[in-house]
Structures are given as structure tokens and as C-alpha cells.
């Protein structure tokens, strides 16, 4: 019988091969980290990366009126009737632009100076199944929340008493904090609200003010 000659890879050929399951597995690894860890870690972190926002805000804003003295009457301007009711109610545009965009710029300056922080996720979450994800011990991840910030305003009307109205101005931060983990980036939006001013308007106010929601006043 005449012997079979088994034909031997070369060590190119093998070296191919080789590669190439390499670079599957890196493939695998990094899709599996991207779909199924990425997520879990955002998930994980997102009341922590709530409560550096918020805390961001709060502060700026803390700042921002302190420093510069800024007071509800900078904002807003109400004018009366001869009967004493209010005519209207409208917006200082350009006093309420500055306010925005110093305090934008503070947010900004405040959430990049924000450390790395870290998250521990079980074990069994890395692996994707529901019934795993509390089983195992704890692995530590780090993140490093950068963020950027766009700022909005809106008011409120509400009944205070006969004739008496109570006016709140508020900022809208939305923010974007890109959450930087080892192999991808995650994003997560935040709408923070944070009370500037009130007044208590003296005054019989138009219904539609009170009709047309929380974004009613005129900018001058």
C-alpha cells in the first residue's frame, strides 16, 4: 500500500492562522465590551455621574450670583397698569446671555477638573446573562467623566394669595459627560434644573401667564 503523504503547513501559513484568531478574539472582546460591559458600566456609574453634574451645577451657580450680585430685578422687569394690575412681565435677554455664559464656562471649568472615578461590577455581569450579573466577585472599573454643558432657561407662575403671584426663574444645564472607558466611550445626557430666583409679584397677573406654561416671558 502506498503511504498517504500528509501535506504540513508551512510557518507562514500557520503564522496566518495564527493571526488571524487573534485578531478574532480581539474583535470578539472588544464588541463584547462595547454592547454588553459598556452599557453595564454606564448603568452602574449613572448615579454617580448624576451627582458630579448636579453638584457641578449647584456650585457654578452658587458662584455666579454670589460673585457677581445678581438678583431677581437683573432678569426680570414687571410694569403695572395704572390699576395697579400687571401689564407685563418680560426678560432682561442680555443680562440673562451674560448669566448663561458665565456660568457655562464655570460648569465646564468644574467638571474638568473632575477625578477619575471607579465602579465595581460583579464578576458574573461581564458575561452578559441576567442571571449571572450578581454572581462573583467584584471587579474594579475606572471612569472619566468629561463633560459638556448647554444652558436654557424657563419660569414658573404660581398662586401665592389674593393678588400675589410667585415668579421662579430657572437654568436648564443639559450636559453631556462622555464616560471614558478602556475600550470605548459611553455618553450619557443629564437635565439638571436649578432655581436662580423668585419674587413675589404683587398684583393681579394675566391668566395666560399662568396658561402658557413653565417658558413664559418675553425677552426685551
Known amino acids: 500500500m502506498k503511504k498517504v503523504k500528509r501535506k504540513r503547513l508551512s510557518l507562514k501559513a500557520k503564522a496566518c492562522i495564527c493571526l488571524g484568531c487573534v485578531l478574532l478574539l480581539m474583535m470578539a472582546a472588544f464588541l463584547h465590551f462595547n454592547f454588553i460591559v459598556g452599557p ?3 448603568e452602574v456609574s ?3 455621574v448624576d451627582s458630579i453634574a448636579t453638584t457641578a451645577v449647584s456650585d457654578a451657580i452658587y458662584d455666579v450670583v454670589k460673585q457677581e450680585g445678581y438678583t431677581y430685578d437683573d432678569f426680570i422687569d414687571v410694569t403695572y397698569a395704572d390699576d395697579k394690575t400687571v401689564s407685563s ?3 432682561d435677554a442680555i443680562e440673562l446671555n451674560n448669566f448663561a455664559r458665565e456660568l457655562s464656562t464655570l460648569i465646564q471649568i468644574y467638571l474638568d477638573t ?6 465595581q461590577i460583579p464578576l458574573g455581569s461581564f458575561t ?8 462573583g466577585p467584584k471587579v474594579t472599573v475606572n471612569i472619566m467623566p468629561i463633560g459638556s454643558v448647554i444652558t436654557s432657561f424657563t419660569s414658573s407662575f404660581e398662586s401665592a394669595g389674593i393678588n400675589q403671584t410667585k415668579h421662579s426663574l430657572y437654568i436648564d444645564a443639559n450636559i453631556t459627560i ?11 445626557d443629564f437635565i439638571t434644573q436649578v432655581l ?4 413675589i409679584i404683587v398684583g393681579k397677573v394675566p391668566q395666560f401667564y399662568f ?3 413653565n417658558s413664559v416671558f418675553n425677552s426685551n
Open 196 to 199: 436662580i430666583c423668585e419674587n
Open 211 to 213: 396658561n402658557a406654561g
Open 114 to 119: 473632575v477625578v477619575e472615578h471607579s465602579v
Open 46 to 48: 449613572r448615579a454617580q
Open 89 to 91: 412681565i418680560s426678560a
Open 128 to 135: 452578559g446573562i441576567t442571571a449571572l450579573s450578581a454572581v
Open 178 to 188: 462622555s464616560v471614558i472607558l478602556p475600550l470605548t466611550t459611553k455618553h450619557v
Open 40 to 42: 453595564l458600566v454606564v
